[in-house]
């Protein structure tokens, strides 16, 4: 079989993918679930251990990280690993006082954790096994004297962002030929900026994150491995602030949450400092506007953002593209545990009211969205979400499989969409093109 001289033509014309949007129908499986109850059993972690407040993080194969308090004997804090439904504790230490920050990074078998109250300790990688890669003491030449939350790279390296006397400097720190080499990205020193929020590091050393220019006002920035600065979104006619915190994808797209000046509605978006996508807003799908402001997004490479708003009733889980809108889970929803279906959430009564979510939530480029949630019985479990695939022939998901499919798929394929890539070998090719017109040829269902 061959391509024909038309369809290279077309190939090639095409700079752009067409996205599939985040499809209704999804999957949940359970990968932990703590209790402080001795009447009611935990699901691969120890009774008396609590998920509550904690971040969970996900990596591109569908894995888990989260840190867990324990209440047993000789370990009052862990680290859980998990993947497919199993895992357990990986990592444990036995401190009064808290030992590891509440958020952490996974990615490539590593997972970074930045110490919460010791000054000395910094940060530390270590493998899914537990075992300790790397230790980032504070201090190395850039004299930093504390960490934020703190990112990871597939090689190694972190992102962070570090107290310097009162002054703030974002720093990639990382380990090259077993000497410490650390690389400042920006600080609030040089008269460019007056605050820096804690920054977002991906696998081509980009760096975003939330910044006070020293002219005033607030910008997300973008920081090329060249130096070179992108302002993503600023305080302007469109926005008149932004959620602390951002997202940003390994191709390089950078998400956020901004208050528009118009109506004072938040909205949730992504851009590339040429163009913008407004993913959500208040009143999408029951979406209480301020509860926007609370928890920052995610963002993969396909376009997809996951969020934790409030609906009318309690925190939900969403994901979105710009093009659909989709509710994953909210209060009241059943959901599938190894005690059997259960409901999801738990009413603490007046002030905190209603909850479903806990913790921040992380997506990967699969689309797999990881997330931690109050169950009815009072215990969390952490779950991942993954998208039922759709009929690949029906490429770009309109239910009809016809010549529209076929120029979706090789826009795709021009632009090395991670969709195209149908052998799943990281090499775009023949074979990729020969999988989708056997596929196209037998339809869907």
């Known amino acids: 079989m061959r391509i ?37 059993p935990a699901f691969n972690l120890p009774i008396g251990s609590s998920l509550s407040s904690q971040s969970v993080a996900l990596d591109d194969a569908g894995g888990i990280a989260i840190r867990v308090v324990l209440g ?21 230490v036995n401190n009064g006082d808290p030992v590891y920050s509440s958020s952490l990074a996974l990615r490539n078998g590593r997972i970074a954790l930045s110490f919460l109250l010791n000054p000395t300790q910094g940060a530390e990688t270590r493998d899914i096994a537990g075992t300790l890669l790397d230790s980032f003491p504070v201090g190395g030449s850039e004299g930093v004297s504390s960490f934020s939350a703190i990112d990871l790279t597939s090689a190694g390296a972190i992102g962070y962002r570090g107290n310097f006397g009162s002054a703030k400097k974002n720093i990639i720190d990382e380990y090259i030929d077993g000497s410490r080499v650390q690389t400042q990205i920006a600080n609030t020193f040089d008269g460019q900026y007056s605050f820096l929020f804690s920054p977002n590091l991906n696998d081509a050393r980009q760096v975003a994150g939330k910044v006070f220019p020293q002219a005033g006002g607030q910008a997300v ?58 993913v959500a807003q208040g009143g999408d799908l029951g979406i209480v506007s301020s509860s926007v402001a609370n928890f920052p997004p995610v963002l993969n490479s396909n376009g997809w953002m996951a969020m934790r708003p409030s609906d009318s009733t309690s925190t939900a889980l969403y994901v979105g593209d710009g093009e659909s809108l989709v509710k994953l889970i909210e209060y009241n929803q ?112």
């Open 4 to 40: 024909s001289s038309l369809v290279l033509a077309f190939v090639i014309g095409n700079a752009a993918a067409m996205g599939m949007p985040p499809p209704e129908e999804w999957t949940f499986q359970l990968q932990c679930r703590s209790s402080l109850d001795a009447g009611t």
């Open 72 to 92: 047993i004997p000789g370990a009052t804090e862990g680290i859980f690993y998990g993947q497919n439904g199993s895992g357990g504790l990986i990592h444990t």
């Open 221 to 278: 920035v973008l920081w090329e491995p060249d130096g070179t600065t992108r302002t993503i979104a600023s305080t302007d006619a469109i926005y008149n602030a932004f959620v602390n915190s951002t997202a940003l994808a390994q191709n390089g797209l950078v998400g956020y949450s901004g208050r528009r000046s118009a109506d004072s509605i938040w909205q949730i978006a992504y851009a590339d400092g040429t163009s913008e996508t407004v």
């Open 334 to 445: 059943m959901i599938d545990t190894d005690l059997g279906p259960l409901p999801l959430g738990f009413d603490f009564g007046s002030g905190t009211g209603k909850q479903v979510m806990n913790g921040n939530i992380a997506i990967n480029d699969a689309g797999q969205v990881a997330f931690a949630a109050f169950l009815r019985n009072g215990t969390i479990g952490v779950f991942v979400a993954t998208p039922v695939a759709a009929c690949l022939a029906d490429f770009n998901s309109d239910d009809a499989v016809n010549f529209f499919d076929v120029q979706a798929y090789l826009a795709a394929f021009s632009s090395q969409d991670p969709r195209a890539d149908l052998i799943d070998d990281n090499v775009f090719d023949f074979f990729d093109v020969q999988r989708f017109l056997s596929l196209f040829a037998k339809g869907c269902p």
